[in-house]
């Protein structure tokens, strides 16, 4: 129940961070990364808009960031909180960047529910547990949390059509 409590703190922030991202006019994600004992190590928004940096989505500069900064060893220990299941391009980073946990708020089947057709986030249809799956190393992964749905899917209203 602790670690479920923590999840829904830590990805209540995420929201924030999102919030943020689209405040300052872009694509309404947010993610962070988390120590072992749960400290907030870093904060990522989507920074730049994706239709001039493909590569631009919170966890991928995430990743970017936090593997210049920390060892692979100590990312193993780490984990990554996101509004929304991380898409087959972060879940790579995430991967290769060496993080052992990722906790997300709603899958990217409902982000697809949300953004249709826009042509901002032709979402795949890749759960990041089938992407990890593929891998050698035995990422975690706990989501979605249908009590965050609502929280999460709030920061979207409006954004998509």
Not at 40 to 67: F, K
Request: net charge negative; proline share 4%.
């Amino acid at each position: 129940m602790k670690d479920r409590l923590m999840h829904i703190r830590l990805l209540s922030r995420c929201v924030d961070i999102s919030r943020r991202s689209r405040e300052a006019g872009n694509t309404p994600f947010g993610c962070l990364l988390a120590g072992a004992d749960g400290t907030v190590l870093w904060e990522q928004d989507n920074c730049e808009i994706t239709e001039s940096v493909c590569t631009g989505h919170a966890e991928t500069r995430l990743m970017e960031a936090a593997s210049n900064r920390w060892s692979k060893e100590f990312l193993w220990m780490c984990t990554l909180y996101t509004t929304v299941e991380p898409c087959a391009m972060c879940s790579g980073a995430i991967y290769w960047g060496h993080v052992g946990t990722v906790v997300y708020g709603v899958s990217e089947k409902r982000l697809a529910e949300l953004t249709g057709d826009h042509l901002q986030n032709p979402t795949l249809d890749l759960p990041c547990r089938e992407v990890f799956a593929r891998g050698r190393k035995p990422i975690v992964v706990e989501g979605p949390f249908p009590e965050l749905e609502e929280e999460v899917i709030s920061v979207h209203k409006g954004y998509w059509s």
